[in-house]
């Protein structure tokens, strides 16, 4: 759940900001571990409908934002003040979005707001992944390390997006073609057809007159069909925004043949790194769990791993926990962990576990990016050929009639 908080620093200066946590009680903990004394915390209210179509008019593209974060690395690995390199970024930037938030985020951070909570209120252009990466950074004094693994992490994002789009481009354009062919024939071709057949006793193909209905509903409830679908995609649109919703959504995607097992490695590098750079800058393994549970971007995974802090208060060992949710986090992991814990050397482990899971991502991405085309062209191929099979086969009837 989303939380919006009012809290005191220890010098009594007034922070607002919001946090997601899987219960409030998470939430007071993460805002603890940060020295903040809370005043308020309140689950944030639904935003309308419209507001999602606003944020996605208003995004920046990955391209800009990896851009503006390695241009940021490295002013803070060059010692450039954080405010300082901020308003460098600013000038240098050409889009529009990116340059005015820049600009807030600076005059927020001379404000005395920290560089997390600023980024926080962007949300339209700063994830939750990026707000929590830079807010453990914060924690541990790692900006220089941080904000150049955000900026290896997009641009492995946008050069895996690019290949895919590229991968899909054609095939896209195929579907898109059949699609308004087979609605042309639906609506337009088959039915002038389909009194020869009536009249001349040729039995419809099953296949044909499901086209044929469905045609005849596209021509006459066109109107009904279009509010129907725009009431669905709503509906769902809304459903997945709740909490239950993106648990329901977390988990048919991580039961996906292929997907799941992407999704799983990337989670698993996610959560390897970001406790690896919190455990490096002295922060407990408890506390490092539950931020970054929050920087993963899953809510099944950020509950899991708020159960695991939770186990580990209790005196547990992390690798034991994390061996009770092998469905989530491989064998591998508990393993490797166990021999960091063993030898003192937990966050050199963990990096390891996110080097060796961030190659396992590419080379399974690749492995797609090489299927993908072949699969859908297929596919095209099959609803192709049973499209002028709706149309051959009872031409063909007809002919054995005479």
């Given at each position: 759940?989303?939380?919006?908080?009012k809290?005191?620093?220890k010098?009594?200066?007034?922070?607002?900001?919001?946090?997601?946590?899987?219960?409030?009680?998470?939430a007071m903990?993460?805002?603890?571990?940060h020295d903040?004394f809370?005043l308020?915390?309140?689950?944030?209210?639904?935003?309308?409908?419209?507001?999602?179509?606003?944020?996605f008019?208003?995004?920046?593209?990955?391209?800009?934002?990896?851009?503006?974060t390695?241009?940021?690395?490295?002013?803070?690995?060059a010692?450039v003040?954080?405010?300082?390199?901020l308003r460098t970024?600013?000038k240098q930037?050409?889009?529009?979005?990116l340059k005015?938030?820049?600009?807030?985020?600076a005059?927020?951070?001379?404000?005395?707001?920290?560089l997390?909570?600023?980024?926080?209120?962007?949300?339209?252009?700063?994830?939750p992944?990026?707000?929590?990466?830079?807010?453990?950074?914060?924690?541990?004094?790692?900006m220089?390390q941080?904000?150049?693994?955000?900026?290896?992490?997009?641009?492995?994002?946008?050069?895996?997006?690019?290949?895919?789009?590229?991968?899909?481009?054609?095939?896209?354009?195929?579907i898109?073609?059949?699609?308004?062919v087979a609605a042309?024939?639906?609506?337009?071709?088959?039915?002038?057809?389909?009194?020869i057949?009536?009249?001349?006793?040729?039995p419809?193909?099953?296949?044909?007159?499901?086209?044929?209905?469905?045609?005849?509903?596209?021509?006459?409830w066109?109107?009904?069909?279009?509010?129907?679908?725009?009431a669905l995609v709503?509906?769902?649109?809304?459903?997945?925004?709740?909490?239950?919703?993106r648990?329901?959504?977390?988990?048919?995607v991580?039961?996906i043949?292929v997907?799941?097992?992407?999704?799983?490695?990337m989670?698993?590098?996610?959560?390897a790194?970001?406790?690896?750079i919190?455990?490096?800058?002295g922060?407990?393994i408890?506390q490092?769990?539950?931020?970054?549970?929050?920087t993963?971007?899953?809510?099944?995974?950020?509950?899991?791993?708020?159960q695991t802090?939770?186990?580990?208060r209790?005196?547990?060992?992390?690798?034991?926990?994390?061996?009770?949710n092998?469905?989530?986090?491989?064998?591998?992991?508990s393993?490797?962990?166990?021999?960091?814990?063993?030898?003192?050397?937990?966050?050199?482990?963990?990096?390891?576990?996110a080097?060796?899971y961030?190659?396992?991502?590419?080379g399974?991405?690749?492995?797609?990016v090489?299927?993908?085309?072949p699969?859908?062209?297929?596919?095209?191929?099959i609803?192709?050929?049973?499209?002028?099979?709706?149309i051959?086969?009872?031409?063909?009837?007809?002919?054995?009639?005479?």
């Open positions: 759940m989303k939380l919006n908080y809290a005191r620093t010098e009594g200066e007034l922070q607002v900001g919001s946090i997601e946590a899987a219960s409030r009680e998470a903990n993460i805002l603890s571990s903040l809370i308020s915390l309140e689950q944030e209210k639904q935003g309308r409908w419209y507001d999602q179509i606003m944020a008019m208003n995004r920046v593209k990955a391209k800009d934002m990896m851009v503006f390695r241009q940021f690395a490295t002013l803070l690995s010692q003040p954080l405010g300082e390199a970024l600013q930037t050409k889009n529009q979005i005015e938030t820049i600009f807030e985020v005059s927020d951070i001379d404000a005395g707001l920290s997390s909570q600023s980024l926080e209120k962007y949300s339209n252009v700063f994830s992944f990026y707000v929590n990466m830079i807010r453990s950074a914060e924690v541990t004094g790692r220089e941080t904000t150049g693994f955000l900026a290896d992490y997009i641009e492995k994002e946008v050069a895996i997006t690019s290949r895919v789009y590229n991968a899909l481009l054609y095939p896209a354009f195929m898109v073609l059949f699609v308004v042309i024939m639906a609506i337009f071709v088959l039915p002038q057809i389909e009194p057949f009536s009249q001349a006793g040729v419809t193909p099953l296949f044909t007159q499901v086209i044929i209905d469905a045609g005849n509903i596209l021509a006459n066109w109107y009904i069909v279009i509010i129907a679908i725009v709503g509906f769902v649109a809304d459903y997945l925004r709740t909490e239950e919703g648990v329901v959504l977390d988990e048919v991580l039961r043949p997907v799941n097992n992407l999704l799983k490695k989670y698993v590098s996610r959560f790194e970001s406790v690896s919190l455990t490096r800058g922060i407990p408890a490092s769990l539950e931020i970054a549970g929050q993963i971007g899953s809510i099944i995974y950020r509950d899991t791993l708020h802090a939770e186990d580990v209790r005196g547990e060992l992390l690798s034991q926990s994390l061996a009770k092998e469905e989530y986090f491989p064998p591998l992991v393993q490797m962990v166990a021999v960091g814990e063993s030898t003192g050397r937990l966050d050199d482990l963990l990096e390891k576990i080097a060796f961030t190659r396992e991502v590419d399974v991405v690749a492995n797609l090489e299927l993908i085309q699969v859908l062209m297929l596919i095209i191929g609803l192709v050929a049973a499209m002028f099979a709706s051959l086969v009872p031409i063909y009837n007809l002919l054995h009639t005479f």
